[in-house]
């Protein structure tokens, strides 16, 4: 399906009005606020046809009046900043700097909790090399909070308010390392938040009821919340964050300076006919850097169906381009300037407690190993709400799921290889008792945010472990909490093989069996992927979904459509 389209309505209705979408375009262009119509209002949960996730009193044009040429510092270009949180890591790929000068910038480097929900987040499942994938959630928070931010731009009644999570991108490095692949979550995305407490003022936010916009949980306790809203829908253990904001790193991207960029048709993304961004080029490729590089990454009125998903497609192909110039080897040569980008984006960025200078230096070698043909951009796959919820993203029922499968499974995105060694069953510590002496319990879990729970589940599931001989399982009644995917967890190594065979004769994936220390014993949750029939259902083949919007890091062929109504 594609990606205009909602199930059974058609072609989705063009959507003009950054306003009703709930992009903040403050976070892009001077000009490109104005005529974006009644502006926001509205705190989560509140009435009056405004979404969570759009900021309290944002006025249309808060930030009009437009960045010069020579005046980078303006908060235009605050989009950037997102793009230098994956770029840090692709920078310091380049071993021009030292573990020694690493240990400096840890100093800068601000720490917060890793996630702030009340699930623990499953181990992965190492391969039979041992080896395990790595998942980094790269945050783009809007704060406005400092000086430094502040001057950046904003509406002076924005300051010091709640900020929003406003860029989304996991990062996933396959467990042997051969290939990167990033999902960009659209900030409009609209799901249940998990309960969290805040570290700082032991604030709890209970979990939502209702479906809220996806960057309200920066501002639940900060980005470990993020983080558990990502694992809450996705599954994905995440290893660490990258949390950037507005100060610090705007150098950056000139720094990388010019960067090759695409369009089907000359584009001018004029103000006449929506919030332009100013950007003009010419049919075919043309080398962008500085306000043309800004304009390019804020341009949604005149790519693809005007909205910020084309932006987002954008964005994607400034990125590839921008990491293939910089493994030419023809950028960031000079140390020093490498070390001043690298101190920037130090004391720009928040990461987790766990990511020390050895960690970072180690993951910039694992990265450098990656080509950039094995690195592959998608965004989630989304379909447009109904009703109340008409111009709000939801995961895309199937294709969302399946991406998010593929990354749990360590799947290359790519196509170029087969199912990954961290899908294969090594052999566990310590070995399967028999059958008839293993206890499990089976719980139903099949309730999603648009059904209940499948009536009868878990004995139906419960039966068929007694056939094949697992005659102490047993039902669990206590927690019905429901979950997307089906489970064998398992308390600790000594139950591992255990678990397997419990997973083994019901043909449950190796990979959703996991060693968790919510469990006492062995427990079978049966999630909403497994609703009826017999042994659980055979997974699909592994295939990118076309809604995913996959880009190769390799494609130097990607190209911009332009929209119609924005060519000269």
Same mark, same amino acid.
């Given at each position: 399906?594609?990606?205009?389209?909602?199930?059974?309505?058609?072609?989705? #209705?063009?959507?003009?009005?950054?306003?009703?979408?709930?992009?903040?375009?403050?976070?892009?262009?001077?000009?490109?606020?104005?005529?974006?119509?009644?502006?926001?209002?509205?705190?989560?949960?509140?009435?009056?046809?405004?979404?969570?996730?759009?900021?309290?009193?944002?006025?249309?044009?808060?930030?009009?009046?437009?960045?010069?040429?020579?005046?980078?510092?303006?908060?235009?270009?605050?989009?950037?900043?997102?793009?230098?949180?994956?770029?840090?890591?692709?920078?310091?790929?380049?071993?021009?700097?030292? =573990?020694?000068?690493?240990?400096?910038?840890?100093?800068?480097?601000?720490?917060?909790?890793?996630?702030?929900?009340? /699930?623990?987040?499953?181990?992965?499942?190492?391969?039979?090399?041992?080896?395990?994938?790595?998942?980094?959630?790269?945050?783009?928070?809007?704060?406005?909070?400092?000086?430094?931010?502040?001057?950046?731009?904003?509406?002076? %009644?924005?300051?010091?308010?709640?900020?929003?999570?406003?860029?989304?991108?996991?990062?996933?490095?396959?467990?042997?390392?051969?290939?990167?692949?990033?999902?960009?979550?659209?900030?409009?995305?609209?799901?249940?938040?998990?309960?969290?407490?805040?570290?700082?003022?032991?604030?709890?936010?209970?979990?939502?009821?209702?479906?809220?916009?996806?960057?309200?949980?920066?501002?639940?306790?900060?980005?470990?919340?993020?983080?558990?809203?990502?694992?809450?829908?996705?599954? @994905?253990?995440?290893?660490?964050?990258?949390?950037?904001?507005?100060?610090?790193?705007?150098?950056?991207?000139?720094?990388?300076?010019?960067?090759?960029?695409?369009?089907?048709?000359?584009?001018?993304?004029?103000?006449?006919?929506?919030?332009?961004?100013?950007?003009?080029?010419?049919?075919?490729?043309?080398?962008? /850097?500085?306000?043309?590089?800004?304009?390019?990454?804020?341009?949604? =009125?005149?790519?693809?169906?005007?909205? +910020?998903?084309?932006?987002?497609?954008?964005?994607?192909? =400034?990125?590839?381009?921008?990491?293939?110039?910089?493994?030419?080897?023809?950028?960031?040569?000079? #140390?020093?300037?490498?070390?001043?980008?690298? %101190?920037?984006? &130090?004391? *720009?960025?928040?990461?987790?407690?766990?990511?020390?200078?050895?960690?970072?230096?180690?993951?910039?070698?694992?990265?450098?190993?990656?080509?950039?043909?094995?690195?592959?951009?998608?965004?989630?796959?989304?379909? =447009?709400?109904?009703?109340?919820?008409?111009?709000?993203?939801?995961?895309?029922?199937?294709?969302?799921?399946?991406?998010?499968?593929?990354?749990?499974?360590?799947?290359?995105?790519?196509?170029?290889?087969?199912?990954?060694?961290?899908?294969?069953?090594?052999?566990?510590?310590?070995? &399967?008792?028999?059958?008839?002496?293993?206890?499990?319990?089976?719980?139903? *879990?099949?309730?999603?945010?648009?059904?209940?729970? *499948?009536?009868?589940?878990?004995?139906?599931?419960?039966?068929?472990?007694?056939?094949?001989?697992?005659?102490?399982?047993?039902?669990?009644?206590?927690?019905?909490?429901?979950?997307?995917?089906?489970?064998?967890?398992?308390?600790?190594?000594?139950?591992?093989?255990?678990?397997?065979?419990?997973?083994?004769?019901?043909? @449950?994936?190796?990979?959703?069996?996991?060693?968790?220390?919510?469990?006492?014993? @062995?427990?079978?949750?049966?999630?909403?992927?497994?609703?009826?029939?017999?042994?659980?259902?055979?997974?699909?083949?592994?295939?990118?979904?076309?809604?995913?919007? *996959?880009?190769?890091?390799? +494609?130097?062929?990607?190209?911009?459509?332009?929209?119609?109504?924005?060519?000269?």
């Amino acid at each position: 399906m594609g990606r205009n389209s909602t199930p059974g309505e058609g072609t989705r #209705p063009r959507v003009q009005q950054a306003d009703q979408l709930g992009w903040d375009d403050s976070l892009y262009a001077d000009g490109e606020a104005a005529g974006d119509g009644t502006g926001e209002g509205g705190e989560p949960g509140t009435g009056g046809g405004t979404v969570p996730g759009q900021r309290k009193g944002h006025k249309a044009g808060r930030d009009a009046g437009g960045p010069s040429r020579h005046a980078p510092r303006k908060g235009k270009r605050r989009v950037l900043r997102w793009i230098a949180s994956v770029l840090s890591l692709l920078i310091l790929a380049t071993g021009a700097a030292g =573990y020694a000068y690493y240990q400096h910038l840890n100093h800068n480097i601000k720490k917060e909790d890793l996630t702030l929900g009340d /699930k623990k987040m499953t181990e992965h499942k190492a391969n039979a090399a041992g080896q395990t994938p790595l998942n980094i959630l790269i945050i783009g928070s809007d704060a406005r909070d400092t000086a430094a931010n502040q001057k950046l731009g904003g509406a002076k %009644e924005t300051f010091n308010s709640t900020p929003l999570a406003d860029v989304q991108m996991l990062l996933h490095v396959s467990a042997d390392r051969s290939n990167i692949s990033v999902v960009s979550m659209p900030r409009d995305t609209m799901l249940k938040m998990p309960k969290c407490t805040d570290p700082k003022t032991g604030k709890v936010y209970e979990a939502s009821t209702s479906l809220v916009m996806t960057n309200t949980s920066l501002g639940r306790g900060g980005p470990g919340c993020t983080v558990a809203a990502w694992y809450e829908l996705t599954g @994905i253990t995440i290893d660490h964050f990258m949390m950037i904001d507005f100060a610090g790193v705007v150098s950056m991207a000139d720094a990388v300076g010019g960067v090759p960029v695409c369009v089907d048709a000359n584009v001018y993304s004029h103000t006449s006919k929506g919030a332009g961004s100013g950007l003009k080029l010419k049919e075919g490729t043309t080398s962008i /850097k500085g306000k043309q590089a800004l304009q390019w990454l804020r341009t949604r =009125y005149g790519f693809e169906d005007n909205t +910020d998903l084309g932006r987002e497609e954008a964005q994607h192909q =400034y990125l590839n381009s921008m990491v293939r110039e910089l493994r030419k080897g023809t950028k960031l040569t000079d #140390p020093g300037k490498l070390m001043d980008l690298a %101190e920037a984006a &130090s004391n *720009a960025l928040t990461v987790d407690k766990a990511l020390d200078p050895k960690g970072l230096y180690d993951l910039a070698g694992e990265l450098k190993k990656v080509p950039s043909k094995r690195i592959t951009m998608t965004t989630m796959p989304n379909v =447009y709400g109904t009703g109340e919820l008409k111009d709000r993203v939801l995961p895309k029922p199937g294709d969302a799921e399946q991406l998010f499968r593929m990354v749990r499974d360590d799947v290359a995105l790519d196509g170029k290889a087969s199912k990954p060694a961290a899908t294969a069953s090594p052999t566990p510590t310590d070995p &399967s008792a028999p059958v008839d002496e293993i206890a499990v319990t089976v719980r139903n *879990a099949t309730a999603d945010d648009s059904q209940g729970p *499948a009536s009868g589940r878990a004995g139906a599931v419960r039966d068929l472990l007694k056939d094949a001989g697992f005659v102490r399982a047993a039902l669990d009644s206590s927690d019905i909490t429901g979950s997307a995917r089906t489970s064998v967890l398992y308390p600790s190594a000594d139950l591992e093989g255990d678990a397997q065979a419990v997973a083994k004769a019901l043909g @449950i994936p190796m990979s959703l069996v996991k060693q968790s220390t919510d469990v006492s014993g @062995i427990s079978l949750a049966v999630g909403a992927d497994w609703r009826d029939g017999g042994s659980y259902p055979a997974a699909k083949d592994d295939k990118t979904p076309e809604s995913a919007k *996959a880009l190769n890091g390799d +494609d130097e062929g990607a190209c911009m459509h332009v929209n119609p109504d924005f060519t000269w």
